[in-house]
């Protein structure tokens, strides 16, 4: 087919597999893993450094498989990385970024044990919840080391323990000793066990836990952040290991990995803050060049289990009538309650900062009851599906994020113990809004201002700002009608209350058989069950014999025992549970791990998704995410897609890797999304054009229908007309428009969907689009190494190097290999079609889909609608077409396709290179330790093309079967960079040269810190 005049260059996240399944390269000791274990493909091109620690492990627990090859080798590359010091002189430190399941437990485990066979027979072992200091017992006792005692830091008083293990939560990291003995903190009681000198492991597990040590914008950094720092300061000779598959999930998450060595003193960046504005200006191909050069300097590893086997899918569920009618009946209430709570905060004369309060109270109570409303749509569908697969012979674990015990708890109190039905957690959100934030102080406290205060302004508790004077009655004209307000609406809210649905927890575990047939992993302490007479009841989830404490650990038996075919975990229990169908237990049912609702971090869902899919299992699970349709919930999933891309970005060093999860098609958080809100808010109020039609299926006038009105009801042109900083904020967007009626707000989202589109659209021709990791070779291209320059770079550690590829890849299409092409296709539409100037009569044609394949640049990666090829395009017999064919091929090795249509190509006539549509084309690619030169790379990009074009990483496959993963320098900028290497080069090649010099006059001081 030819091409046609304005081509557009569009070169897709790639196709080639994003896993590839994992070996130790260096070692060869252990048996194999239990289960298939894959590793990014990006990952997997870079080599990790040789071995030369030797394991003091002994050899039975070896040649028995208590610890897998996989596992040794992180303990190898642990130890062998904490021999090696800093140029500061702090020790360094090891990052395993192995997913949920791989055996974390373990390897840490041997890391301690290793440890303490030489001598260094005390660790501490930081992780996120007390019941994983049993799973930290278990795991020593299966590797062999059962004399290794573990002790529970809240359990020690003073500090009596000897060798051995204490294991702690970061949260009793900043605990205060309440026997108020010698150390007044637990910090201090740690420091005094260790000693100065301590030379033993600290593992931080679950070391996702202490993040935000670097803060987003005003926010503080967490006490939990600066303690997890602070200790590393104070011990700098401490072996370090930080654990954790979602660790790296966001860059900024990482300030706490101070002992990495990637910033501070001898790195091309001197603080944090240096490396964090590098990586997030320069994109996502920036986070993987850093999980790459890790695992190429042997301070990372990052293995998961093979999703061979494992299902996911979406599951949209449709809305009843009755729901929509409910939802639509909500929608007015808050309107309303606005109106109300603005009038009587306006009555009061409420004073700025405590209106800043209530409508920080208010939106957020919007969110959370709109948000159980989502939830509570897909009750009857996941009834629906536990029950059938657990007929077909599977067994179900549903995914909650809240209880909402609190909500609960309310109306038992206010119902003096007793409760008629189950609790409404929605009708709870909004009537404690009410009662304890709408702006009306309560006559008898009025009454006693009045008469302590005459004359003066009081300012009291939110809502008693009463101005008083001798002729008070305004002010007490004011309150009785802010009171009848507050009354208003609590009884509306009665009205609302029948339709509104229960408590998503107790509904589904009471249409699911009540609490004998289903396990309940959660925080809460008390649950509402509806007795055999029908009456309904609050009770106590303790049982006579089973304390509160491990009360999920005897539920979590029970499911595995297959007492109970149903399981529900809440965020409370998805730390370290596993609940996989694992060999070892009677349950072996395949699972199936329904997600009713996607949390809100990516760092929760990974730790959710983990628990039903670990190593060891006789199958794999299925997942199901289960979103509704209304436009807002699809925020949930949004988020954590957006996270999920960049977890597979840091986490296992390639985004894409995430992405066969199905859930980036909802990610509009990025900044695409929100250029696009912004389009959206200003053609809605007038102010811009719009980028796209409004949806077709709106009953009436758009624009109209979306006026100021409506975003003023859920505050949206309040934030735009101020131009507050967050009024392109998607996650405020994509949960205000939940506030609007059904109809209205999925209109408005399929507005911003159509509008993201075309914005993301413009960015791929302007090449300002992101793509993540480029694919080459994989397809139908044939890639050719045609030079390659290697140079010394500076590395703490070892003399990294860094090499410069030329390659060149050929993507057309041969006359021959299209008439081979062609032989193979007998549809009555297959063939030859050659463009035609002016389009072609709009005739109905089918909309079947086509593959298409073009003279310059071979096998596109769209498919095409048949009436869109017809449009451009007649077709044409093999003979009419082998001429035109033939010319393009040939020409489109030099000239490029606006050259090639029009005689003229405007980049060419000002001496620019013009690659769109050219056959060869030529990349220049530099590998290996690109850390180590980063500040060089960055200068000389910047000095070219400016500080915001994105790193776009390529990943090759050559003829030869070489794979080569790097960052793609831009012709301009190669002869540069080239001089700019050359002289790091020499200046490192003497020092090596003096090292050696000085190794052969001292052989006796041979050290593995070069």
């Not at 930290?136 to 000897?162: F, Q, T, W």
């Not at 080459?776 to 044939?782: I, N, R, T, V, W």
């Not at 540069?976 to 190794?999: E, F, G, H």
Request: hydrophobic share 35%.
């Amino acid at each position: 087919m030819e091409e046609e005049a304005e081509e557009e260059e569009d070169e897709e996240l790639g196709h080639a597999e994003t896993y590839a399944e994992y070996m130790p390269m260096k070692l060869r000791i252990g048996l194999r893993h239990p289960d298939p274990v894959v590793e990014t493909s990006s990952l997997s091109s870079v080599n990790p450094p040789n071995v030369w620690y030797r394991m003091s492990i002994p050899e039975e627990t070896i040649d028995r498989g208590w610890l897998s090859a996989l596992q040794l080798e992180a303990i190898t590359y642990a130890s062998q990385q904490h021999e090696t010091f800093l140029p500061n002189g702090d020790r360094a430190s090891y990052l395993i970024g192995d997913g949920a399941g791989v055996g974390k437990g373990r390897t840490i485990a041997g890391i301690i044990y290793e440890n303490y066979l030489l001598g260094r027979k005390r660790s501490l072992w930081f992780s996120v919840s007390n019941d994983l200091k049993y799973d930290a017992e278990r795991d020593l006792k299966d590797i062999g080391a059962k004399n290794i005692p573990v002790y529970s830091l809240n359990k020690v008083r003073g500090c009596p323990v000897g060798k051995g293990v204490i294991f702690a939560t970061y949260s009793s990291l900043i605990g205060e000793s309440q026997s108020g003995g010698k150390y007044k903190t637990r910090f201090k009681q740690l420091l005094h066990w260790c000693g100065q000198a301590f030379d033993g492991v600290i593992v931080y597990d679950e070391c996702h836990k202490a993040k935000n040590v670097c803060p987003i914008g005003s926010s503080k950094p967490t006490k939990t952040g600066l303690a997890v720092l602070e200790l590393q300061n104070k011990l700098p000779k401490a072996r370090v290991v930080y654990a954790s598959a979602t660790g790296a999930s966001e860059p900024r998450n990482m300030a706490y990995m101070s002992r990495l060595g990637i910033w501070g003193e001898g790195t091309p960046f001197r603080e944090f803050s240096n490396f964090i504005q590098a990586v997030e200006r320069r994109g996502v191909g920036a986070m993987e060049i850093v999980a790459m050069d890790m695992k190429l300097r042997g301070m990372y590893i990052a293995r998961q289990l093979s999703f061979t086997g494992v299902t996911f899918k979406i599951e949209q569920v449709p809305l009843t009538t009755h729901y929509i009618k409910m939802y639509n009946k909500s929608v007015h209430l808050w309107v309303a309650a606005r109106e109300k709570f603005q009038a009587a905060a306006n009555l009061m004369d409420a004073e700025q900062r405590m209106k800043k309060s209530m409508w920080g109270q208010f939106w957020s109570a919007h969110q959370r009851f709109f948000k159980y409303l989502c939830i509570a749509s897909k009750v009857r569908r996941v009834v629906q599906l536990a029950r059938e697969e657990v007929k077909n012979g599977k067994c179900v674990v549903i995914g909650l994020q809240s209880t909402g015990e609190a909500r609960t708890l309310e109306a038992l109190e206010e119902g003096g113990g007793e409760l008629n039905d189950f609790v409404s957690t929605a009708k709870g959100v909004l009537q404690s809004l009410v009662e304890k934030h709408f702006p009306a102080p309560d006559r008898e406290k009025l009454f006693s201002l009045l008469a302590e205060q005459k004359g003066k302004k009081r300012k009291g508790t939110p809502g008693q700002l009463v101005e008083v004077d001798d002729s008070c009655m305004t002010s007490q004209d004011a309150v009785e009608d802010a009171q009848q307000m507050k009354r208003d609406l609590l009884d509306q809210l009665d009205k609302l209350a029948q339709d509104l649905p229960p408590n998503t927890l107790d509904e589904l575990i009471d249409e699911l058989g009540g609490p004998d047939n289903v396990a309940e992993m959660t925080g809460r302490k008390g649950r509402v069950v509806s007795n055999d007479d029908g009456s309904i009841s609050y009770e106590s989830r303790s049982e006579l014999d089973v304390p509160v404490e491990i009360l999920n650990l005897t539920e979590k038996q029970r499911f595995m025992d297959g007492e109970k075919n149903i399981a529900i975990i809440s965020e409370a229990a998805s730390s370290g549970i596993s609940l996989q169908a694992d060999r070892r237990v009677k349950n072996q049912r395949r699972r199936v791990h329904m997600t009713l609702e996607l949390p809100w971090s990516a760092d929760r869902a990974i730790q959710q998704f983990g628990r039903t899919h670990r190593s060891n299992q006789v199958t794999a699970p299925e997942y199901v995410f289960l979103i509704s349709e209304l436009a807002g919930e699809q925020r949930f999933a949004s988020i954590v897609a957006k996270r999920l891309e960049s977890l597979g970005a840091l986490t296992h060093g390639d985004r894409r890797a995430t992405e066969t999860r199905d859930l980036s098609r909802f990610n509009f958080d990025n900044k695409y999304g929100r250029n696009a809100l912004e389009i959206v808010m200003k053609s809605i109020v007038n102010l811009d054009f719009p980028l796209v039609n409004p949806p077709s299926n709106f009953e009436g006038d758009f624009y109209k229908g979306m006026s100021r009105i409506k975003l003023k009801s859920i505050r949206l042109y309040d934030s735009f007309l101020s131009s507050s900083p967050d009024y392109n904020n998607i996650g405020k967007f994509l949960n205000r428009i939940l506030g609007m009626a059904v109809q209205e707000q999925n209109a408005l989202f399929q507005y911003f969907s159509d509008t993201l589109a075309a914005v993301i659209q413009n960015a791929k021709k302007n090449g300002r689009y992101d793509m993540g990791i480029l694919d080459l070779g994989s397809g139908d291209e044939k890639v050719k190494k045609m030079e390659a320059k290697k140079f010394l770079t500076p590395g703490y550690s070892t003399s990294g190097h860094v090499e410069l590829y030329t390659v060149s890849v050929e993507r057309g299409m041969s006359w021959e290999d299209a008439t081979h092409a062609w032989a193979e296709q007998s549809g009555p539409d297959d063939g030859f079609y050659v463009q035609v100037l002016k389009d072609q009569p709009d005739v109905s044609f089918s909309t079947e889909l086509f593959l298409v394949y073009r003279p310059n640049t071979g096998k596109q990666l769209k498919l095409e609608a048949y009436a869109d090829i017809k449009k451009k395009c007649k077709k044409v017999l093999s003979d009419d077409a082998k001429q035109h064919w033939m010319d393009q091929y040939q020409s489109s090795a030099e000239i490029c396709s606006h050259a090639y249509w029009r005689g003229n190509c405007k980049k060419v006539s000002v001496g620019l290179h013009c690659e769109v549509g050219l056959r060869c084309r030529t990349y220049y690619v530099l590998c290996g330790s690109v850390l180590s030169v980063w500040t060089k790379v960055e200068g000389v990009l910047a000095s070219v093309s400016g500080t915001n074009i994105k790193m776009q990483i390529v990943r090759l496959r050559t003829e030869d079967g070489q794979r080569i993963v790097g960052l793609i320098i831009p012709s301009n900028c190669v002869s540069s960079l080239t001089n700019i290497l050359s002289s790091s080069d020499q200046s490192q090649q003497l020092a090596v040269q003096q090292q050696q010099k000085w190794q052969q006059l001292h052989p006796q001081s041979l050290s593995h810190m070069c």
